[in-house]
Structures are given as C-alpha cells and as structure tokens.
C-alpha cells in the first residue's frame, strides 16, 4: 500500500504547509471564514490527470472529537483534434493544403505524436499519411499519393498538422486524420487519441 500524499494539513488553526506533498505545492487554497461555520472548502487549481485518487480528511475538534469522510476525484485529460474546414472544393491537377490542429503542451516532443491521415472513397480506403512516434512512415502510404504529399516540421509540435495533397480526384469522398500522443497531457494519462473527419468536394 503506496504512503498517503497530503494535500492539507491544518493543526490548531494554523496550515502546516511544510507536510504538504510536493505535487500539490502553490495549488491548493482553503476558506478561512466559513471554518467556524463547520465547512472546510479547499480550492485546488490546475488540476493534472495524476491528481486523481481517493481523498480522505481527517477533522479533529476539541472537545468534540474526530471522523472523517472520503471523496473520489477523477481527472480526465483533454486532447481535442479539429478540422479548420469541413469541406474543400478543388479541381483536378490542383494542389490543396488540408489542415488539421489539435491540443499541445509545452513539453510535446515530436516523437510522442504518431499521426495516421486515411482516404476514404466508395470502393476502398486508401492511406494518406502516417506518422509514428514523429517519423514518416511511407511504406504504409497508398502509392496514389506517392511522391504528392508533404507535411510541415517546424509546426506539428505547435498543434496544426498540414499536408499537402496536389492533384485532388474527382472521386474523393473524404479524409479522415486520427493523432495520438502519448505524452500531450501528462500525468498517469497514457495514450491519448482523437478522430477527425474532413470532406473534400472537388469541383466537377
């Protein structure tokens, strides 16, 4: 059984600050005022996936006596991955710029996305792009887009992700983005993954 991790710690009306663990330091505050009434209010702020756990407090008063109570927090991440259009219209031999953006921290590294772009159209599903643990994985592309699609670097760790498809067919039907992340939120997490659908209309 792991040790207790202190998120409060009041003694004789005075906070103990030093018995705090670590993870909570400079995000927990308490109401003072509505002690006295029998409510003790704590305010945590940024709260991180790894904040989530069973809390138990403890509260003595004199000559009253002791109990506590336990509550369940339960911190979810949120990694979200949009389209900047829902639909495009191109002709044929066209080049075309299809966007897709999603949710980034500070500490994202390229390696920890892995990025998966499918083609979607009435006879067969056919790999636009892949991406794992930050390397471009051609091998897995259709040989339809070969040599026809290009990604930008410099910005996929800031959150949009660009691809370059020249030449959209008349029969396009759409195209679907699925980004992981195994690091994006931190904590106990873990992989993360969104869906993203973009339809592309070429003009006929």
């Not at 003072?32 to 756990?53: A, I, N, Q, Y």
């Not at 109570?69 to 044929?92: D, H, I, K, M, P």
Request: charged fraction near 20%.
């Amino acid at each position: 059984m792991t040790e207790p991790q202190f998120l409060f710690n009041l003694n004789e009306g005075v906070e103990s600050p030093e018995s705090q663990d670590p993870q909570f330091a400079g995000r927990v505050q308490w109401d003072k005022d509505v002690l006295t009434e029998g409510r003790l209010t704590l305010h945590v702020s940024r709260l991180r996936t790894k904040d989530s756990g069973s809390y138990e407090c403890e509260i003595h008063v004199t000559p009253d006596g002791t109990n506590s109570r336990r509550c369940w927090l339960n911190v979810t991440g949120t990694f979200v991955v949009n389209v900047t259009q829902t639909s495009y219209q191109a002709e044929e031999n066209q080049d075309i710029t299809l966007e897709w953006t999603f949710s980034t921290r500070r500490e994202t590294s390229l390696r920890s996305i892995s990025i998966v772009c499918e083609m979607f159209t009435e006879i067969r599903i056919s790999v636009l792009f892949h991406l794992n643990e930050g390397v471009e994985f051609q091998e897995s592309q259709d040989p339809q887009f070969a040599g026809r699609v290009q990604w930008d670097k410099d910005v996929l760790r800031e959150g949009p992700s660009h691809f370059l498809s020249p030449d959209s067919g008349p029969k396009t039907l759409g195209f679907m983005c699925v980004t992981y992340s195994s690091n994006l939120m931190g904590g106990t997490l873990g992989d993360a993954g969104s869906t993203s659908l973009l339809l592309l209309s070429p003009h006929l």
